[in-house]
């Protein structure tokens, strides 16, 4: 049976030709931007690579059209990659137009379980606010009494632990909350169904491109605080997969806006 998540069908139709077409890209070598390092040969169907990512996101890009998220945040660490192919595979398939949120930017955050909640609703505070500022500044901005719609992605949810949290974050901002992943069936919309969980940058730094450094201490009044700082981390493996991301993104067929509808040409010229 196909999968149907939010009314998109991702395993049959025309849709299912695309995925198979572009998850079956080739890596590329490359010599001299990535120190010498070799990056080549075909990579199997089962295996996730970052370079997977954007022709996994577009289901999500067709439910970011539905819902018309005002906020996107994706969920760092794991959900970094997968962000950065949703807004490549935007920047790419829809012709140009801005990434649709109140600021036309997708965020980051951390929403982890294991970090204090004050510390991780702070953050939350900040984009929602600054995003919310910059949209009235520019003449985009929620109706009057529009409930205000944020978009999490993350790569996938199996016990929905952070997809609770997630919502729960919201409801300060009484904000309609939605999440995206890689994979699960506990999600608003999924990317593709049983994908290879050991992909190479759970849980690494190095891969990903961002770690978070958490300190705590005693206040003189005997409370305990929490920060929570966001480190970037270069390197070769994350640049590469950001490059091998952006690469993927640049292949997918250019769509046509036609009204309402999005139609996908048969074959794109490079």
Not at 33 to 43: D, K, N, R
Not at 185 to 196: C, F, Q, Y
């Amino acid at each position: 049976m196909p999968e149907v998540t939010s009314g998109l069908s991702i395993t049959s139709g025309p849709m299912q030709g695309l995925l198979e077409r572009l998850l079956a890209v080739p890596q590329r070598s490359s010599n001299d931007e990535f120190g010498q390092q070799e990056f080549v040969g075909s990579l199997a169907l089962s295996a996730t690579k970052p370079e997977h990512l954007p022709a996994m996101a577009l289901p999500v890009l067709e439910f970011m059209e539905d819902v018309k998220p005002h906020i996107v945040i994706a969920c760092d660490r794991g959900g970094r990659l997968f962000g950065l192919a949703v807004h490549a595979a935007w920047q790419r398939t829809r012709g140009g137009q801005p990434f649709p949120t109140l600021d036309g930017k997708l965020h980051f955050a951390r929403i982890s379980k294991t970090e204090d909640y004050d510390v991780l609703q702070a953050k939350i505070d900040i984009i929602i606010e600054a995003s919310r500022r910059f949209g009235q500044q520019h003449g985009n901005e929620p109706a009057d009494n529009e409930q205000l719609r944020v978009l999490f992605v993350d790569d996938w949810v199996t016990g929905g632990g952070t997809k609770q949290l997630a919502q729960l974050l919201m409801e300060k901002h009484s904000a309609q909350t939605y999440y995206g992943v890689m994979h699960g069936e506990d999600a608003d919309v999924t990317g593709k169904r049983e994908p290879d969980k050991n992909v190479s940058w759970r849980d690494r730094p190095e891969e990903s491109g961002i770690n978070y450094l958490s300190a705590i201490w005693e206040k003189p009044d005997g409370t305990i605080a929490q920060t929570l700082t966001a480190v970037a981390v270069p390197g070769v493996k994350a640049r590469h997969n950001r490059w091998l991301i952006q690469e993927a993104a640049r292949r997918l067929p250019t769509a046509l806006v036609l009204g309402a509808a999005i139609c996908y040409p048969t074959s794109t010229s490079r």
